[in-house]
């Protein structure tokens, strides 16, 4: 099983912008499809972005096309979200996931990272 850590939350004012990092332990980390989830208070969890195990493929939530983008590294077995013009409601905690089969991935998870946009 692939292990998920998860890096670069913090504050940010609405509009600015944050890189979430998400290092994977293992070898075998190109077999995996990866991708972002997230939980804002109160809220139930939801899907962000993902990226198919060979970064031919990206999705969106409709609710950040265009402001978000999810890229790979394979070389450094790490996946990223770059997260522009951020609003207060992108404020959650964001999870990294794995899966070798599904799109969104969802068989491992990472323990999250905190991310607070104020207005």
Request: charged residues 20%.
């Amino acid at each position: 099983q692939v292990q998920l850590a998860e890096s670069g939350g913090g504050v940010v004012q609405a509009g600015g912008s944050l890189r979430l990092s998400c290092a994977a332990s293992g070898r075998t980390f190109i077999t995996y499809n990866m991708g972002w989830f997230r939980q804002a208070p109160g809220k139930e969890r939801e899907f962000v972005a993902a990226v198919s195990w060979n970064g031919a493929g990206t999705y969106y939530a409709d609710s950040v096309k265009g402001r978000f983008t999810i890229s790979r590294g394979n070389a450094k077995n790490t996946v990223y979200l770059q997260m522009n013009s951020l609003k207060p409601e992108d404020t959650a905690v964001y999870y990294c996931t794995a899966d070798r089969e599904r799109l969104p991935p969802r068989d491992a998870w990472g323990q999250g990272t905190l991310v607070t946009v104020s207005s």
